[in-house]
């Protein structure tokens, strides 16, 4: 089996020209990283727009529930119900997206499905800026949800194709990275301007990746070798920035040949065979520990949490969603040193003790414990000390894993699994909350977030692998070795 390129081995040649006009390197694994982390930063500019449909409720619902007229679109107050509607439903649409869209990217390429998300979620956002009408508003954020949550899997997909293997995990996380950036641009954003306004701004970066995409993005080298090699020759050249790309094409090929010879794909193919039951174990096992770490609960209902500990609710949010942006960005430069393993690990043990620390001050109040509001800055510094925890590997390493572990067969269905996975604890994990803090107290629920990451250590150190700087084909050999043990 032929490996991926050695970069450091290859002879470094006279730039040249190709009959596209494009500028093509010879061979140097950094000659070829910008160009390919600006491809994947213009991609997920899908994914940063989008992620405000999550936010999109915290600054619109003062609006929605105010007796005025001027900035009230609906014309009257909505309801406790319309609320947790209109709060709840991009989450169920979230498990519908990658359901009812599942194999366009497989009919259509990554480039073009990431394009029609783009050009209908801008319709949806336009639509909903308009909107005067609550039901309008039910459907138009379920779709949003829906789009946001299958884009997610399709940018996944696209990420982690067009990598090498020395940098896969980084363009994996510039999926999480634009995700959190763009639910601190809908913060923001909700603290100057109208709902008109508002959304509308959140829809403008959509209009720059639409454009980008149709001018220089190319399509995944692996969608395109099942159809027409010499596409996926040409879209190499420009991802690689170099004109040989024999021993690339070779190894997609045989990555897609290996996947060939198990003759299935799709969602059954998914528990039929080992190889891809441990795929789905780790996957789905790390996007639980994810979710269940509390970041949606934490992050939709922040103000809350910083109100209790009578610190300034809505301004410390914004302050929350820096904290977030700026650890992925940190975890985005650190992880080629440090693995995805170790920083999940590191993660886990620090979003536990911050959960704890929370944790023990709630129930300290709760029992009337004389000066204990004295302390309150104590908890409100964990609350930030856990986001950024968070940030740093459990919020890139569940995505970079999902990206990279299924067979190529089966990845389209694989990636929506997990991410409608994720829809569902994101549902139930925000859902839960106030009722938990009402029914058992503001404690328990970081109690028992914080024993959730405790085990998730024990999950991390020895059931998730150490994938970084391998192959697709030597990702399968190490799940293979894996299974065989058993």
């Known amino acids: 089996m032929e490996n991926n390129t050695n970069h450091s081995e290859t002879v470094y040649k006279p730039t040249t020209k190709t009959k596209d006009g494009i500028l093509l390197k010879s061979d140097k694994a950094q000659d070829c990283s910008l160009f390919i982390y600006l491809i994947a930063g213009v991609v997920n500019l899908t994914v940063f727009s989008s992620s405000t449909t999550l936010v999109w409720s915290s600054p619109v619902l003062p609006y929605?529930?105010?007796?005025?007229?001027?900035?009230?679109?609906?014309?009257?107050?909505?309801?406790?119900?319309?609320?947790?509607?209109?709060?709840?439903?991009?989450?169920?649409?979230?498990?519908?997206?990658?359901?009812?869209?599942?194999?366009?990217?497989?009919?259509?390429?990554?480039?073009?499905?990431?394009?029609?998300?783009?050009?209908?979620?801008?319709?949806?956002?336009?639509?909903?800026?308009?909107?005067?009408?609550?039901?309008?508003?039910?459907i138009t954020r379920t779709v949003l949800g829906g789009l946001l949550y299958y884009s997610f899997v399709v940018n996944n997909i696209y990420s982690s194709e067009i990598a090498e293997n020395h940098n896969r995990g980084k363009l994996s996380s510039f999926l999480i990275l634009y995700h959190v950036m763009g639910i601190l641009y809908g913060y923001v954003?909700?603290?100057?301007?109208?709902?008109?306004?508002?959304?509308?701004?959140?829809?403008?970066?959509?209009?720059?990746?639409?454009?980008?995409?149709?001018?220089?993005?190319?399509?995944?080298?692996?969608?395109?070798?099942?159809?027409?090699?010499?596409?996926?020759?040409?879209?190499?050249?420009?991802?690689?920035?170099?004109?040989?790309?024999?021993?690339?094409?070779?190894?997609?090929?045989?990555?897609?040949?290996?996947?060939?010879?198990?003759?299935?794909?799709?969602?059954?193919?998914?528990?039929s065979e080992p190889v891809n039951r441990r795929a789905c174990l780790i996957s789905v096992g790390a996007m639980s520990l994810n979710l269940f770490s509390g970041t949606t609960a934490v992050m939709a209902f922040s103000g809350t949490i910083f109100n209790a500990l009578a610190v300034p609710g809505n301004l410390v949010s914004v302050g929350l969603g820096l904290v977030k942006s700026a650890m992925t960005l940190v975890a985005l430069v650190i992880l080629s040193r440090f693995g995805k393993k170790d920083l999940m690990s590191l993660s886990t043990v620090g979003c536990s003790l911050s959960h704890l620390t929370i944790g023990i001050y709630f129930y300290l109040?709760?029992?009337?414990?004389?000066?204990?509001?004295?302390?309150?800055?104590?908890?409100?510094?964990?609350?930030?000390?856990?986001?950024?925890?968070?940030?740093?590997?459990?919020?890139?390493?569940?995505?970079?894993?999902?990206?990279?572990l299924f067979a190529d067969n089966v990845r389209t269905a694989g990636n929506s699994l997990v991410f409608i996975q994720s829809a569902l604890l994101g549902f139930v994990v925000t859902s839960a909350f106030p009722l938990v803090t009402y029914y058992l107290g503001m404690y328990w629920p970081f109690f028992i977030f914080a024993a959730i990451c405790a085990a998730g250590l024990i999950f991390i150190r020895y059931i998730v692998p150490r994938t970084d700087n391998k192959s697709f084909l030597e990702i399968q050999e190490i799940l293979k070795k894996e299974v065989s043990r058993k």
């Not at 359901?99 to 209908?120: A, D, P, Q, S």
């Open 64 to 138: 929605l529930q105010s007796n005025d007229t001027n900035i009230n679109p609906l014309g009257q107050p909505i309801t406790p119900a319309q609320t947790s509607l209109i709060g709840g439903l991009p989450y169920l649409g979230g498990v519908a997206g990658p359901l009812v869209l599942g194999k366009l990217c497989e009919v259509y390429g990554r480039k073009w499905t990431i394009l029609l998300i783009g050009t209908f979620t801008l319709i949806m956002f336009v639509v909903l800026a308009f909107a005067s009408n609550i039901y309008v508003y039910y």
């Open 365 to 404: 109040k709760s029992t009337e414990l004389e000066g204990i509001e004295s302390f309150a800055l104590i908890p409100a510094i964990a609350v930030l000390t856990y986001m950024g925890f968070y940030a740093v590997g459990l919020g890139i390493g569940a995505t970079a894993l999902a990206g990279e």
């Open 189 to 271: 954003l909700g603290l100057f301007f109208d709902v008109r306004n508002y959304t509308l701004l959140c829809a403008a970066p959509l209009v720059v990746s639409i454009i980008s995409i149709i001018l220089f993005i190319p399509d995944s080298p692996y969608y395109l070798v099942r159809r027409d090699e010499s596409q996926a020759i040409a879209s190499l050249r420009r991802l690689r920035r170099r004109h040989e790309v024999t021993k690339d094409i070779e190894l997609i090929k045989d990555t897609i040949n290996n996947a060939k010879k198990q003759d299935k794909s799709g969602w059954s193919h998914l528990v």
